[in-house]
């Protein structure tokens, strides 16, 4: 407790941010030094200054790569026991990353960890949500010796919210900036974006649709497991768009849903994209259609979520992409012409490398951005972007 204690009387603080998405490849690691000042206006501490210090990723190997996505699906027994091997892994990904920094544990103030979600079930038609984690705190802190701070989206679904998105207030951290909107649109398993205004109150956040998620599985059950993704969308590139099809996709519930909102790989993931391929196999189509056509999906849902929610209320002065997603070229190109066609609301469209941030290290500087606002005692949800009855302190500690 009394480590605890000098941690939150301290003005800067170096922060390990633990990541693993809805892609489930590996563990993204991102350490920075954090440093805050307290606001007389606000009435708490704020944050000044984020200086990433050290980023890396570290795949997990096939087998455990495999088990997750079975666990998605998978028994008591099977999620109890990867949840302490994924503590295990996060803990030896942690300690490697600290080494790499050319720092020691006893440097590092904090360990935020997001941890592997597993399941997550949105709130719907007043029946409340309910959400999955794994990757346990208690072995994290218990092999680095470091204060973790874990299982973030809990809280916000026990006041009534969506557990997500989460990472607004780290996005409004981030990239604020006087009379500016910017969105900062991620294209993970699942696509979400943030809509950064100059003022946190009027920001506003949801989850797009699929980001990868469908394109993965399917390449996945295409390949026969010899691929586990579209590498620069070469499959799409070679593949013609069935149109019918496309257009079936964009007829999907989700998509007209109003914000608040969230969704994952329950919705989008391996049952959706296992049905699609048994039916474009018995069309005896080219793998690489189908692959295009989910590739234009992710960008098509991705626009029209835009021009629902966000060009009605906002014109953008710039746009930045990040995640896996952000490396596929077909989804990209596609993206950058559906915003120049947009005329008078069309923005700017970077990557967010190109703003100093590596779009690997952002998830997990995220959290590490949210852990910390954890220990200084701050509510870090946007009730407006979860669908929250209130603000609250994400996030459980082990010491």
Not at 151 to 172: E, I, K, N, Q, S
Not at 275 to 298: G, M, S, Y
Request: proline content about 4%.
């Amino acid at each position: 407790m009394k480590r605890l204690i000098e941690v939150y009387d301290k003005s800067d603080r170096i922060v390990l941010g633990l990541m693993s998405g809805t892609s489930h490849d590996g563990v993204d690691v991102a350490i920075a030094k954090i440093s805050a000042y307290w606001s007389v206006v606000s009435g708490r501490r704020e944050t000044k200054a984020i200086k990433l210090l050290h980023h890396n990723s570290y795949p997990f190997n096939p087998d455990l790569a495999e088990r997750i996505g079975k666990a998605f699906s998978g028994t008591t027994e099977g999620i109890c026991r990867l949840n302490f091997e994924l503590g295990e892994v996060f803990a030896g990904a942690a300690l490697k990353s600290i080494k790499e920094a050319g720092l020691k544990p006893k440097d590092i103030d904090l360990i935020a960890s997001h941890g592997q979600t597993v399941y997550h079930i949105p709130p719907v038609d007043g029946r409340k949500g309910a959400t999955m984690q794994i990757a346990e705190a208690s072995v994290i802190a218990e092999r680095t010796g470091i204060i973790t701070v874990s299982d973030f989206r809990t809280r916000d679904m026990a006041a009534g919210g969506h557990g997500a998105p989460l990472v607004p207030l780290a996005d409004h951290i981030l990239f604020h900036e006087k009379g500016k909107v910017r969105v900062v649109q991620n294209i993970g398993g699942i696509a979400n974006l943030t809509a950064v205004t100059e003022k946190l109150e009027d920001v506003i956040a949801f989850d797009t649709g699929p980001g990868n998620s469908l394109i993965d599985e399917a390449v996945k059950i295409l390949t026969g497991g010899e691929e586990a993704f579209d590498k620069d969308g070469k499959m799409a590139s070679k593949g013609k768009i069935d149109d019918a099809l496309l257009k079936e996709l964009m007829n999907h519930p989700y998509l007209k849903v109003n914000p608040p909102k969230s969704t994952g790989r329950e919705l989008f993931g391996k049952e959706m994209a296992a049905l699609l391929v048994e039916a474009w196999k018995r069309k005896k189509r080219k793998p690489e259609d189908i692959v295009a056509t989910l590739t234009r999906f992710t960008g098509d849902s991705i626009y029209k979520a835009y021009e629902s929610f966000v060009f009605p209320k906002y014109k953008l002065d710039q746009i930045i992409l990040t995640g896996g997603g952000s490396k596929n070229p077909e989804i990209i190109g596609h993206l950058k012409k559906l915003f120049k066609k947009a005329g008078k609301a069309h923005p700017a469209v970077v990557l967010i490398d190109e703003l100093g941030i590596p779009s690997s290290a952002k998830e997990a500087l995220s959290f590490a951005i949210l852990g910390n606002e954890t220990i200084s005692g701050n509510a870090a949800n946007l009730p407006k972007a979860t669908g929250a009855s209130k603000a609250v302190i994400l996030g459980k500690i082990s010491l």
